[in-house]
């Protein structure tokens, strides 16, 4: 196994500030790369409010909190992830710009360091194939809110070594999270199962078996449930589960995978859940 000391996060969004504030507070020498100054000091600032919030409730002392700052660097160049022996990239969704990316970091890194992608619905192998090194590459995804949440998929491709695998369940361990093996097929694991009980649950409501209420008071309590699919929709994003649904169906021509009417067209008309201020409810 290959020992990690710091770790390169490429994006600061939602996901990458979460995952480079939980290396950062488990110990690990962050670097993290945005494309523009702005985002970048947006993802910084999340990093310093969220630790707070860690204080606050008193799950963090003032010292941790201050050392996990200290050991994040923010950079807009890649060529600051040079010294890095794992990166994980928490970038868009789209297949040509992270491809674009796993060029430059095949070139720039040194010959054994990893490259995960926290893609949660894209093919890794195709990224993987457009470095030099495919072996050393996988899928590493985390759970929004990222310091929160367990659980990480581990995404072996076909070309993976055991040896990177063990690498990097061993850093997940290290973050304080829970880690499974999954296979490199649309959705992994969590997502496989979830996008077709989100998508029947549009379709319930959209055939009218019961209010969005109900069905989620009915999930809740009857099920154990901390929220019902619709709220989970809007917590998750229409548009982010439109996204993962049609990658799902063109791969497995599913139809319990093929979105519903109603998604597409909320997703056309701009509710895409609590990012927007509307999806099935109304967060204004």
Do not use: W
Not at 204 to 221: P, Q
């Amino acid at each position: 196994m290959n020992e990690i000391r710091t770790v390169g996060v490429c994006g600061a969004g939602l996901m990458g500030n979460g995952i480079a504030q939980t290396c950062a507070a488990a110990g690990f020498n962050v670097v993290l790369m945005e494309v523009a100054e702005e985002p970048l000091r947006r993802g910084v600032a999340s990093i310093a409010k969220s630790l707070d919030k860690f204080v606050e409730k008193g799950r963090l002392q003032q010292q941790e909190r201050d050392a996990a700052v200290a050991r994040i660097k923010s950079t807009t160049k890649v060529a600051d992830l040079a010294g890095c022996d794992l990166i994980i990239e928490a970038i868009v969704e789209n297949v040509e710009v992270k491809t674009k990316l796993f060029t430059q970091l095949d070139e720039l890194l040194a010959p054994n360091a990893i490259i995960c992608t926290n893609t949660s619905s894209l093919c890794v192998i195709e990224l993987a194939a457009k470095t030099k090194r495919p072996n050393r590459v996988a899928g590493l995804h985390f759970f929004n809110p990222v310091p929160i949440m367990k659980l990480v998929e581990v995404v072996k491709t076909i070309a993976t070594t055991q040896d990177v695998i063990d690498t990097l369940f061993a850093f997940a361990k290290q973050l304080g999270k829970e880690p499974i093996l999954a296979q490199d097929t649309p959705g992994f694991v969590v997502n496989r199962l979830l996008i077709p009980y989100l998508l029947y649950a549009i379709r319930c409501y959209e055939g009218g078996l019961a209010s969005k209420e109900d069905i989620d008071k009915g999930m809740k309590l009857g099920c154990g449930y901390p929220m019902g699919p619709l709220e989970l929709l809007d917590f998750v994003g229409l548009d982010t589960t439109y996204f993962i649904a049609n990658i799902m169906f063109d791969e497995f021509k599913d139809p319990a995978m093929a979105a519903p009417p109603l998604l597409k067209r909320m997703v056309l008309a701009g509710r895409y859940g609590r990012k927007s201020g509307k999806g099935f409810y109304d967060y204004d």
